[in-house]
């Protein structure tokens, strides 16, 4: 079993920044794809950014250039730093652990945090 806390949420301007943190532990052991997810009200959950097990990157459109996914695998940890903040970012926060090979690909969600971005 795998827990995922996410951190970091919370009201920021327009133009401002957060940076969220997801905290991971149970089966450390085994390696992980991590993944930032966000959901709008009345909208579906959408990806924002991932990073794989070996530190490869991908961002949504909407936020390349803004947010930033990082790790700290000694400290089981993975960021989300996301700059020059618009009210359109506002959603809650989702983290994901799918797993990597050779563990099975089963994937792990957080209870999500809260960012609101006002104008």
Same mark, same amino acid.
């Given at each position: 079993q795998v827990r995922l806390v996410e951190s970091g949420g919370g009201s920021?301007?327009?133009?401002g920044y957060r940076r969220l943190s997801c905290s991971v532990s149970? &089966? %450390?052991q085994c390696r992980y794809d991590m993944s930032w997810h966000r959901q709008a009200p009345g909208k579906e959950r959408e990806i924002v950014a991932a990073i794989d097990s070996d530190g490869m990157t991908n961002y949504a459109d909407s936020v390349k250039g803004r947010f930033a996914i990082s790790q700290d695998n000694a400290k089981n940890t993975v960021y989300l730093q996301? &700059? %020059?903040l618009k009210p359109e970012d506002t959603a809650m926060y989702y983290c994901r652990a799918t797993g990597s090979w050779p563990c099975p690909p089963y994937n792990y969600w957080g209870q999500g945090t809260q960012v609101t971005v006002s104008s």
């Open positions: 920021v301007q327009a133009g149970g &089966n %450390t996301m &700059n %020059t």
